[in-house]
């Protein structure tokens, strides 16, 4: 690869790009559960789980930049990948009725929001995760060794 590819600035904009989806999407579930008051169920409140802590852990690697920031992050990024995905699919109807996580509260196949007929809730938590990953795997691999 060549010295731009290998880039510690590449790298520290992939990670702040991440950042800032962390943020943004940590923004929007507090507006939805505090402002709108929309309960979040329990698949949501793991996405949370996952979410919350890269707001404050990728400026750590930001600022100087640290390139080890990758190794932390990623794993609670695909950790939330997994239950967003879990959900998009419970959502969708594929998850059969008998391993549906949420019995008590807020159902977790409930739609609250929809816009466009299709864009929900944990489509928008799959899509930022989805995103943040990517951005983490290519500023590991953007990243000087």
């Known amino acids: 690869m060549n010295r731009l590819q290998r880039s510690p600035d590449t790298a520290w904009l992939l990670v702040f790009g991440c950042w800032v989806i962390a943020t943004v999407s940590t923004l929007g579930a507090l507006f939805f559960s505090e402002i709108m008051e929309l309960p979040p169920c329990v698949l949501c409140w793991y996405q949370r789980i996952f979410m919350f802590p890269l707001v404050?852990?990728?400026p750590l690697g930001l600022f100087p930049f640290d390139a080890k920031v990758v190794r932390y992050a990623l794993p609670l990024a695909f950790g939330g990948w997994l239950?967003?995905?879990f959900q998009v699919l419970l959502v969708a109807g594929?998850?059969?009725e008998q391993i549906r996580p949420c019995t008590q509260g807020v159902p977790c196949s409930e739609v609250?929001?929809?816009w466009l007929g299709f864009v929900n809730i944990p489509l928008l938590s799959f899509v930022a995760f989805?995103?943040?990953?990517?951005?983490l795997v290519a500023a590991r691999s953007r990243s000087p060794r």
């Open 94 to 96: 594929w998850i059969p």
């Open 112 to 114: 609250q929001i929809q």
């Open 56 to 58: 404050l852990l990728l």
């Open 83 to 85: 239950v967003a995905l």
């Open 130 to 135: 989805s995103i943040m990953n990517a951005l």
